[in-house]
């Protein structure tokens, strides 16, 4: 029997990232004992051993992290798609939007702007989320589309309209020696043991291992910069938002950073076919 049902894939899901039963039994408020069954009984099921149990812990074998990826897709689209329906019948004519929390907001208020001298255009709420969020947004239905990244933010499963290509800037205490050079490379940044590059969050919530701050939002990397304790790695349209403490300087060689909209494959709004549509005609003819 091929088909699974939400309820175990919630189980399996909450052992597999606690690697330990009674954890996974507390965070889904029910006892052991059936949720070790579940698990027993959806091995049976499906003919493979999803967890190798020894007296070390719990670990996810080779067909469980297949699982696992597929199980997580799974109940972000059941969760997108109950959220997703109610807000057609409470609002149909809004869309959410979800943004990073300090991107470029001269962009997305032409966009915003354009969008509503549109006829019948639908009425667009913005959720600021924090950085790597906007997937994961999309996915379970709280957003509707997003202003992402490519090549840093996760694409996969979504449609995309490129809006801006830029270059990448080192932001830098304006005090600094770097801070008076017209341009640096990523090797000149990467080699300054008083100031470490700070370290974004990758799609699964870690950081690479490395001596520069853990950053999680915006105000937190401006106060870190201001103080002398790191230098970050922007787009060029981050200067908008920097301080008189802050300076920024071109990177000569990292890669150019493309503004997307994106939205789910699947979509059939028409509230999010006129925003496509809106920034489609915002992007500047090539040559």
């Known amino acids: 029997m091929d088909t699974l049902e939400t309820r175990e894939l919630r189980y399996f899901v909450a052992v597999a ?11 889904l408020g029910i006892a052991q004992p059936p949720l070790s069954r579940a698990i027993a009984q959806l091995e049976r099921r ?3 051993t999803l967890f190798e149990r020894d007296r ?3 670990t996810l074998t080779g067909a469980g992290q297949v699982l696992l990826d597929e199980a ?6 059941t969760t997108a798609a109950a959220r997703r329906t109610r807000r057609a019948a409470s609002a149909p004519d809004r869309l959410a939007l979800a943004t990073k929390a300090g991107a470029n907001h001269e962009l997305l208020r032409k966009l915003l702007d354009a969008h509503a001298a549109q006829p019948g255009a639908a009425e667009v709420d913005v959720l600021l989320c924090g950085m790597g969020d906007q997937a994961r947004m999309l996915r379970d239905g709280r957003a509707d589309a997003a202003l992402m990244q490519r090549p840093f933010d996760d694409l996969a499963g979504f449609d995309t309209e490129d809006l801006l290509t830029e270059q990448q800037v080192a932001i830098l205490p304006a005090g600094h020696p770097l801070a008076a050079r017209t341009s640096l490379t990523m090797a000149e940044i990467g080699d300054v043991p008083d100031l470490p590059v700070a370290r974004w969050p990758r799609q699964d919530g ?3 291992p490395g001596p520069g701050p853990e ?16 230098m970050a790695v922007l787009c060029a349209s981050s200067r908008s938002w920097l301080w008189n403490a802050h300076a920024a300087v071109p990177l000569t060689d990292s890669p150019h950073v493309t503004t997307v909209l994106a939205w789910p494959s699947h979509s059939r709004s028409r509230a999010v076919a006129g925003l496509v549509r809106t920034a489609a005609r915002q992007v500047p003819p090539a040559g």
């Open 17 to 27: 990232e606690e690697l330990h039963f009674s954890r996974a039994a507390q965070r």
């Open 46 to 48: 499906l003919g493979v």
């Open 56 to 58: 070390r812990g719990v």
């Open 72 to 77: 997580r897709a799974i109940l972000d689209a």
């Open 206 to 208: 870690s950081y690479e």
């Open 215 to 230: 950053i999680h939002d915006q105000a937190q990397l401006a106060q870190l910069i201001a103080l002398g304790r790191t």
